[in-house]
């Protein structure tokens, strides 16, 4: 069955350095999201992505965050300078349809030392 | 700020028994409905969607939606202790914003 995929599983990095998670939707779907969990927290929604560009974005996703699309498989989400509250897990998700089911990846697990 | 609430439980069901998890959501344009299971420190898997008024069944669950109510249940039928993990509630609302809102999750755990 197909699946997302998202590298690394673990990221460890120092307090403002840059990170790229990267993921690799289904390849048929057209909707792209990044959500993020904190330990214990609920899900929370970062950005939607079609047609090659932003389509919305939560107030987490501030000037430190930005997604692309650089080839027709990956879709990355960078943090500039990352800060201790970025440590997450970071979940990269797609979907065929507007509204439709979105599939989850495994994750990235985020640790800002 | 549209909201979706779940019990945070636990909710303890013995094996072989009917699970019910329920959840409101606060958005009354909210247009899909989505019940997604997370293990511990794993990601959410889809486990039932659906988008109308009534019943939706897919082998052990069924899915209600009461769009008046703005209420979604999950029912797991024949409880197996492989269903002990976190049930989380999601929805998107209208205007084709497709974002997902999430609850908190429901953790049920299946006593043998």
């Known amino acids: 069955e197909p699946e997302v995929t998202q590298t690394p599983s673990h990221q460890v990095t120092q307090m403002g350095q840059e990170v790229i998670l990267r993921c690799v939707p289904i390849?048929?779907?057209?909707?792209f999201y990044w959500y993020r969990q904190i330990l214990g927290q609920k899900v929370e929604f970062l950005v939607s992505?079609?047609?090659?560009?932003?389509?919305?974005k939560s107030e987490i996703f501030d000037d430190q965050f930005s997604v692309e699309r650089p080839d027709g498989s990956n879709f990355t989400l960078k943090i500039r300078s990352t800060k201790l509250e970025d440590s997450a897990m970071y979940f990269c998700?797609?979907?065929?349809?507007?509204?439709?089911?979105?599939?989850f990846g495994d994750g990235t697990r985020l640790s800002i030392l | 700020q549209k909201e979706v609430e779940q019990n945070s439980g636990p909710l303890s069901v013995p094996e072989g028994a009917i699970a019910s998890l329920n959840c409101t959501y606060s958005?009354?344009?909210?247009?899909?409905f989505f019940w997604y299971r997370q293990y511990s420190g794993k990601s959410p898997e889809l486990i039932m969607f659906?988008?109308?008024?009534g019943d939706k069944e897919d082998g052990r669950f069924t899915a209600q939606l009461n769009k008046a109510s703005q209420y979604v249940s999950l029912l797991i039928r024949d409880s197996q202790p492989s269903d002990s993990a976190t049930y989380l509630c999601?929805?998107?609302?209208?205007?084709?914003?497709?974002?997902?809102?999430f609850g908190t999750g429901t953790r049920l755990t299946i006593i043998p």
């Open positions: 659906i988008y109308s008024n």
């Open positions: 390849s048929n779907h057209l909707y």
């Open positions: 958005d009354r344009g909210s247009q899909s």
């Open positions: 999601a929805v998107t609302s209208n205007f084709g914003n497709e974002k997902l809102t």
């Open positions: 998700a797609s979907s065929g349809a507007v509204q439709g089911p979105q599939h």
């Open positions: 992505f079609y047609n090659n560009e932003i389509s919305e």
